[in-house]
């Protein structure tokens, strides 16, 4: 991946990564305030700039897509357009506990700079995504 395309794609993950941390920060008041994590963005108290509501527990941007799918207080977020060949990040708490778990995962392995480039601390299992291929990293 050329320098300039490394630099514009990391610039549009730095956006994801802010998004999906406010919206881990919105699942840890709504878990703390009913025991669980929300299942639709109305739930939450917050706002996420340029998205549109694809479904209760789905929201998109121009260059990703946000989920929360189940009460767990998980939040997906994949780089939209890819198809199989992509990054994305995930945000878990693991109730009671609201301490909030980044990791950010590769289908490509052009992908796997921009997912350490963000401070990893270990790696993870690719698991996390259901990939089938690539790699991820802890990134807290």
Sequence with gaps: MPQYQKAVEKSRASEALV????????????????GFGATDFDELDITIPGAV??????IQTKYFTYQIPSTTGYVYAWRNGKKDVYYAFHASMTLPSTKTRLICGWTDN???AICRSFGSVSDA????????????V???
């Design 110 to 112: 052009k992908y796997e």
């Design 125 to 136: 299992t690719i698991a996390w995504f259901g990939f089938k291929k690539g790699g991820a």
């Design 138 to 140: 802890w990134l807290n």
């Design 19 to 34: 998004n999906i941390k406010a919206i881990a920060s919105a699942q840890v008041l709504y878990a703390l305030a009913t």
């Design 53 to 58: 509501r694809i479904s209760k527990y789905e």
